[in-house]
């Protein structure tokens, strides 16, 4: 790949961040370079990041000792007081185990994967968290100290194989605690392996993989809350130690999210050498893209100290309102959510119509997940960079219309009017329809005043959130028996104006369409995990 863009050189960086974002808004209208682009599927990434020459540590099955807890439960203890208890290595097993294999797709629906995935040498692998275009770009790593529950190291999360490859012994916590401020006996980091999703979204991939790191923080979130640990996770840091104790080379695949888990525990420094370990590369031609290039350097902040918090919460909106009922309990718990999650293409009917009581269920869980802490505002935050909307299509009780939803009052209050046949219209695939779905749910945020006050790095900040939130929508709604699917194709301009923020700050960054699925589908259970509450003697 190329060498790094200097984003410094030319627009600053919060002008290139908002000039990429605002090329993302206006994709439908407007295309994207390169101009022309084809994906090219017989050289596609592998999904799974393969270390050839790291000595490998088997995990104990993800899920099996974790706590059954309600998934609003959960997201209700995630925005508690941090603590520094150290987790168990059962739990840590759950927590990386949120993005590894544990079921295979074979049922029929409208993807465009729905008849290539039943053969054997392609099959679609089924995740707890979801991520754009089920690509997968994110990568876990654990960089454990001396009171870690594993010997002192560097690992990496073997997604394939639900396993840790070891790719140093030395203690590099003091490396993080330095990039980060925070000192912690182990430290869990998120990065982002950026072919695995732009050989297929190319410039536009930026944007979906910063909103899918968002996703796995969120199971990371909710798993360790189960178990009874609440984490405040750092985004803002210096890239540079992080990756280098990580050997990843902060371009191609670089650190989003670090989160710090358990005390510190001193011992003596030890000697770091450089690390030589093979990855395996599928794709044989690894292509780069000046926009995805250019914003990734834009939000790089190095060792600039971490900004004071600021006030970036949406403008109150005023109207009727209509207030919604308590959420009753959900049928699933966490485990069996984050087991069973799945995005509804083409499978939702509008009927029966969806009640306001489960609509508002999925809104008050995942309105928990924005007042949950980082490094930037502890938990309870007070100040969300965030707002839900609903738009109805088929909701018992509720009109046509926009609405915006107040969590504090757990009420929607009524915006603008709009022809919900539009929205059809202004989606770009083919594997949803979306007069079958119940209502459209509008994750919005106020990117300019974002970048205004966090500069570049704000862009990555909001796409975090926004994913955080959509896991905790699929989570949600699996517990609650709805269908769910996250899209990125209704055109954010047209959906603005539905909102009626087009003359705002506020812009939409992603759609959740939620409602029940058609009855009657078989199906067949090819989970790699049984729980023995499920009957299997296997």
């Known amino acids: 790949m190329t060498s790094q863009i200097d984003a410094a050189a030319g627009p600053s960086r919060p002008a290139v961040a908002m000039d990429y974002a605002r090329r993302m808004f206006e994709r439908q209208r407007v295309p994207l370079p390169p101009l022309g682009f084809q994906v090219d599927w017989g050289d596609q990434p592998s999904r799974h990041k393969l270390y050839l020459d790291a000595p490998k540590l088997p995990l104990p099955v993800p899920f099996a000792q974790l706590?059954?807890?309600?998934?609003?439960?959960?997201?209700?203890?995630?925005?508690?007081?941090?603590?520094?208890?150290?987790?168990?290595?059962?739990?840590?097993?759950?927590?990386?185990?949120?993005?590894?294999?544990?079921?295979?797709?074979?049922?029929?629906?409208?993807?465009?994967?729905?008849?290539?995935?039943?053969?054997?040498a392609a099959p679609v692998w089924a995740r707890p968290t979801a991520s754009g275009g089920g690509m997968y770009p994110a990568e876990s790593y654990l960089v454990a100290g001396a009171g870690a529950p594993l010997r002192t190291g560097v690992y990496h999360y073997d997604t394939a194989h639900h396993s840790l490859d070891r790719l140093s012994s030395a203690n590099r916590c003091a490396d993080l605690a330095?990039?980060?401020?925070v000192d912690a006996g182990l430290y869990l980091v998120a990065t982002l392996k950026f072919w695995k999703n732009?050989?297929?979204?190319?410039?536009?991939?930026?944007?979906?993989?910063?909103?899918?790191?968002?996703?796995?923080?969120?199971?990371?979130?909710?798993?360790?809350a189960a178990a009874g640990h609440v984490v405040e996770p750092v985004l803002w840091f210096d890239e540079a130690p992080v990756s280098t104790a990580l050997a990843v080379d902060g371009r191609t695949e670089a650190p989003f999210?670090?989160?710090?888990?358990?005390?510190?525990?001193?011992?003596?420094?030890?000697?770091?050498?450089?690390?030589?370990?093979?990855?395996?590369?599928?794709?044989?031609?690894?292509?780069?893209?000046?926009?995805?290039?250019?914003?990734?350097?834009?939000?790089?902040?190095?060792?600039?100290?971490?900004p004071v918090k600021a006030a970036v919460t949406p403008q109150p909106i005023t109207g009727e309102t209509v207030q919604l009922p308590t959420p009753e309990t959900a049928a699933h718990d966490l485990t069996t959510s984050l087991r069973t999650r799945r995005s509804s293409f083409g499978l939702f009917s509008a009927y029966p119509k969806l009640s306001t009581a489960d609509l508002g269920a999925v809104l008050a869980t995942t309105?928990?997940?924005?007042?949950?802490g980082s490094d930037i505002e502890p938990a309870p935050r007070q100040d969300p960079w965030t707002r839900l909307w609903v738009l109805p299509n088929a909701v018992e009780g509720l009109e046509k219309r926009a609405y915006a939803y107040d969590p504090a009052a757990h009420q929607l209050i009524r915006a603008g009017e709009f022809d919900y046949?539009?929205?059809?219209?202004?989606?770009?695939?083919?594997?949803?329809?979306?007069?079958?779905?119940?209502?459209?749910?509008?994750?919005?945020?106020?990117?300019?005043?974002l970048l205004a006050a966090y500069g570049a790095r704000g862009y990555r900040?909001?796409?975090?959130?926004?994913?955080?939130?959509?896991?905790?929508?699929?989570l949600a709604a699996t517990a609650h028996g709805l269908g769910i699917g996250a899209v990125l194709g209704i055109d954010n301009l047209a959906a603005d104006e539905f909102l009626g923020i087009e003359e705002t700050d506020e812009r939409s960054m992603l759609f959740l369409l939620l409602g029940h699925e058609r009855v009657g589908r078989a199906g067949y259970d090819h989970g790699l995990h049984h729980r023995a509450a499920q009957g299997d003697q296997r």
């Not at 049922?107 to 054997?120: F, I, M, Q, V, Y």
Request: glycine share 6%.
């Open 367 to 372: 309105a928990q997940m924005t007042r949950a």
């Open 67 to 120: 706590p059954s807890l309600q998934v609003q439960e959960a997201a209700a203890r995630a925005v508690g007081p941090a603590d520094d208890r150290m987790p168990s290595l059962d739990v840590l097993a759950s927590v990386l185990g949120c993005y590894g294999l544990i079921d295979r797709r074979t049922g029929l629906n409208w993807n465009e994967d729905s008849a290539a995935k039943l053969k054997p």
């Open 178 to 181: 330095a990039a980060t401020g």
């Open 461 to 474: 900040m909001l796409s975090v959130e926004v994913g955080q939130l959509a896991q905790t929508s699929y």
């Open 421 to 449: 046949r539009e929205v059809q219209r202004h989606y770009a695939l083919t594997n949803y329809n979306l007069s079958e779905v119940a209502a459209v749910v509008v994750i919005t945020g106020r990117l300019e005043a």
């Open 257 to 306: 999210v670090v989160v710090p888990l358990g005390p510190a525990v001193t011992s003596e420094a030890q000697p770091t050498q450089p690390q030589h370990l093979r990855v395996w590369e599928k794709s044989e031609r690894v292509r780069d893209f000046e926009l995805v290039e250019r914003v990734h350097a834009a939000t790089l902040v190095g060792d600039q100290p971490r």
């Open 198 to 224: 732009a050989f297929k979204y190319n410039s536009f991939s930026y944007h979906v993989v910063t909103q899918d790191v968002g996703a796995l923080l969120a199971s990371w979130r909710l798993v360790l």
